[in-house]
């Protein structure tokens, strides 16, 4: 079935540095979702991406959908202590409410 | 709207046990589905209920299983619990439908297996 491979699985930086998060697949995607899980929660969506090219913006964050569907990325510019968190990339399998995750990146921010 | 709720919060039980975890969806989702997190396995699709049927079903074996009963809540029951069965279950709703919708976790249910 579809899997999506997301890089890095860690990451450190400086509170005001900027950070990225990639998620990769070999196929086509018909979709890409976005979710946060802080540390002792539970995954809590961002954004839905559909379209080839696709870019949308929450305030400091910018969420890419590839020309190809193939990829997608996330960015955070300026990060805060409050991105700490796991950031998941999945894919909506079909019109159900199947997910299939990536394996998730971890952002730590030193104040 | 509540969010989705899930009980127990927690739970810990000895091998060959059997467990039930419980969801409740948000009022008005149709669709609940189930996940399975684990360090080294990341977050799994167990299962997923539309209307009462289960509509998608991952690589899990048969000793999970799961229901939805008319008001759309949504157990799950692992039978003859092996310690790889400790993880973090976690409950999603969406309204479900033709349309990919936003999948809405609630808290999860931590097993621990001894």
């Known amino acids: 079935g579809q899997q999506v491979m997301q890089i890095p699985q860690y990451q450190h930086v400086q509170e005001g540095e900027d950070f990225t998060t990639y998620c990769n697949s070999s196929?086509?995607?018909?979709?890409i979702q976005w979710y946060k899980q802080r540390p002792g929660g539970h995954p809590v969506f961002l954004i839905q991406?559909?379209?080839?090219?696709e870019v949308k913006k929450q305030k400091r964050l910018t969420f890419q959908f590839g020309e190809a569907k193939k990829n997608s990325s996330l960015h955070i510019t300026a990060t805060q202590t409050t991105d700490v968190g796991t950031y998941f990339c999945?894919?909506?399998?079909?019109?159900?409410?199947?997910?299939?995750f990536g394996q998730g990146t971890t952002l730590q921010v030193k104040p | 709207k509540a969010g989705v709720t899930q009980t127990p919060r927690y739970l810990i039980k000895t091998r060959g046990q059997q467990v039930t975890l419980s969801c409740s969806p948000i009022?008005?989702?149709?669709?609940v589905s189930w996940y399975q997190q684990t360090p080294g396995q990341g977050l799994q699709f167990l299962f997923e209920?539309?209307?009462?049927?289960?509509?998608n079903k991952g690589n899990f074996p048969g000793r999970f299983s799961g229901r939805q009963f008319s008001n759309s809540r949504s157990e799950m029951n692992v039978s003859t619990l092996e310690l790889g069965d400790s993880a973090l279950y976690l409950c999603?709703?969406?309204?479900?439908?033709?349309?990919?919708?936003?999948?809405?976790f609630g808290p999860g249910t931590r097993l621990t297996v001894l």
């Open positions: 999603a709703s969406s309204a479900g439908g033709g349309e990919l919708h936003t999948q809405y």
């Open positions: 196929t086509t995607l018909s979709n």
């Open positions: 991406l559909v379209k080839s090219g």
């Open positions: 999945a894919h909506g399998s079909g019109n159900t409410g199947k997910l299939i």
């Open positions: 009022s008005g989702h149709r669709s």
């Open positions: 209920y539309f209307s009462e049927t289960q509509r």
